[in-house]
């Protein structure tokens, strides 16, 4: 099966404990497979086996106290 992969830009984050606090909340959508997040970069990839929702993304990283957008 393809994994699909979804990038997003996540603003306020600084450090390490961000990088755990948006995953640990990501982590938890049903159909993630793995999760890249960098906060130098302000980046986050998300791999699924299914199309997840961006709201439910933006969601988990509002949930962790950052804001999250969809680039590609």
């Not at 979804?6 to 990501?26: D, I, L, S």
């Not at 906060?39 to 962790?64: M, Y």
Request: with cysteine; glycine share 6%; net charge negative.
């Amino acid at each position: 099966m393809t994994s699909i992969e979804n990038e997003y830009q996540v603003t306020g984050m600084t450090c390490g404990h961000c990088e755990a606090a948006v995953r640990q909340e990501v982590d938890q959508i049903p159909g993630v497979e793995s999760i890249r997040v960098s906060a130098q970069a302000g980046t986050l990839i998300v791999n699924s086996s299914t199309e997840i929702d961006d709201a439910q993304v933006v969601a988990a990283v509002e949930e962790a106290g950052y804001t999250a957008q969809r680039v590609r």
